[in-house]
Structure formats: C-alpha cells, structure tokens
C-alpha cells in the first residue's frame, strides 16, 4: 500500500468487488468498520478482520451470507475457535491456558464496555491481568 500499487497473480477474476483502505495503526475494528462506510454503498458486504479469516471448512460464506438476510437484522457477527493457536507454547513451554473461550470473550467484552465508558483502563487492565494470573 505503501507505493500505491496492485500486482495482478492470476487472471482468473471471481465476482467480487476488494477495497484495501488504511483506517490507521492504532485504529480498533468498530472504528475501522465507520472509516470505510463512505465506501459501502448499500448493498449487504462482508467485513472481516486481519485475525479473522477462516478456512473454508470453519465458516460456508453463502450459506452466512443467506442466514444473514434470512433474519432481517442490521449484522450478522461469526466467530470461529481458532485451531492451534498456541500450538508452540503448548508443545514447547507446555503453556495451557487458564480461561475457557467463553470467559476470555466474556472478559474481552468488559473491557470493551469499560472503555466505551471512558472508565480506568489502567486499573481495569491490570485488574483482569492480576485475575488471570491468580
């Protein structure tokens, strides 16, 4: 992106349309999601992050895509149990880890709320460090 342009590897051209725009470093997902707005049109899109690209095996995107307008609802949000993840740490320091998914996404998810609610998130941060390591 950095020198403005684009090398074509294959000539095979699939029916969509890709749009790379830089929302900036430190800009989160919600945000990122309101800067390419201007861009969206009104036709349903797909949004994914950088983490968030799945195998084809995790997620049928037709099928999200039909469920999607099946319920007539502003967004549709899939989440996939990444596999491995961790897969060096488990086989070389025998790290496990200490939340199960639904508590970590449940801690992600108050932090998020903190913020948005302009509260401590020095203190907020270090208290959810100090009871996971407990």
């Not at 051209?13 to 800067?35: Q, V």
């Not at 994914?48 to 549709?76: C, E, M, P, W």
């Not at 200490?98 to 996404?105: G, H, I, P, Q, T």
């Not at 801690?107 to 998130?121: C, F, G, I, P, R």
Request: positive net charge; aromatic residues 10%.
């Amino acid at each position: 992106m950095q020198s403005n342009k684009m090398q074509i590897h294959q000539s095979k051209a699939e029916p969509w349309r890709i749009t790379l725009i830089d929302t900036g470093e430190n800009t989160m997902t919600g945000g990122r999601l309101k800067r390419v707005r201007p861009y969206l049109g009104e036709d349903d899109f797909c949004f994914t992050y950088g983490d968030g690209v799945s195998d084809v095996n995790d997620v049928n995107v037709a099928d999200l895509i039909a469920f999607h307008q099946r319920q007539k609802t502003l967004a549709t949000l899939t989440a996939v149990h990444p596999p491995a993840r961790f897969g060096k740490a488990k086989s070389r320091l025998n790290w496990q880890p200490k939340w199960s998914l639904e508590r970590a996404l449940k801690e992600t998810v108050s932090w998020y709320k903190a913020y948005q609610l302009n509260q401590d998130m020095q203190a907020f941060t270090l208290k959810q460090i100090a009871e996971y390591i407990k």
